[in-house]
């Protein structure tokens, strides 16, 4: 699997907005880049994910980068309900002819959001 | 039906007991999952299936039986647990294809005495 680097922890103020970077410099041609997150004693919650064009949805945008080397996911207003971990995923194809892939968590960002 | 149910919510058994946790979607994923949460730590993968059938054990101990009877329901049988064992377990399911994302359930938290 791709290799994720992410800061360990973050801040940010309620309303602003919060970017969260991810190093993945090793990602292949046709793997996404997942963003997950899970808030104290949940299962993760699907964020968004992409391949090399940005997206957005209704929860964050993701910006990667041209060479695809690193992304940012943008939480446009956070607010307090947002604190959690936040985790980048690269997802790899498993071997064998299967498409289901593989789903492996790095550390994550623990952002926490200040009143 | 947009959710992965899992029950119990919590569970605390013995070294030699006998438990099972279910996992139930009814969102048509064919590929189902369950993965082991330590205390701030991230998830790990332990199976995962693909049209109820094993793909993947990434070496887990034998003690932890994984079963898929059908295309809705993942279980996982628990025997002679340890208590280094005590973690959250997590299911989640999917579509198969790299493109879509996982859906996980709330998971139990299993405490082994």
């Known amino acids: 699997d791709a290799k994720t680097t992410q800061p360990p922890s973050m801040d940010c103020a309620e309303g602003r907005a919060a970017n969260l970077p991810c190093n993945h410099s090793t990602i292949s041609g046709n793997e996404y880049v997942y963003w997950y997150r899970q808030i104290h004693s949940q299962g993760p919650q699907y964020i968004i994910h992409g391949l090399k064009n940005n997206e957005t949805n209704e929860m964050a945008s993701l910006i990667i980068t041209e060479d695809r080397k690193s992304s940012t996911l943008i939480l446009p207003h956070a607010t307090l309900r947002d604190t959690a971990v936040y985790y980048c995923i690269v997802r790899v194809v498993a071997t064998g002819g299967t498409s289901y892939g593989k789903l492996t968590f790095g550390q994550g960002t623990i952002l926490t959001v200040h009143p | 039906d947009t959710e992965v149910t899992q029950t119990p919510k919590h569970l605390v058994m013995g070294m030699t007991n006998k438990k099972s946790l279910k996992c139930e979607q009814h969102?048509?994923?064919?590929?189902m999952y369950w993965y082991k949460q330590k205390a701030k730590k991230p998830p790990e993968l332990m199976f995962v299936?693909?049209?109820?059938?094993?793909?993947i054990n990434e070496s887990v101990p034998s003690r932890f039986s994984p079963e898929c009877p059908n295309s809705s329901l993942l279980n996982l049988h628990l025997h002679a647990l340890q208590p280094e064992d005590s973690a959250l377990y997590l299911c989640a399911s999917s579509h198969q294809g790299k493109r879509y994302g996982y859906t996980f359930g709330s998971g139990t938290r299993l405490t082994v005495v």
């Open positions: 969102m048509g994923h064919r590929a």
């Open positions: 299936y693909s049209y109820e059938k094993l793909s």
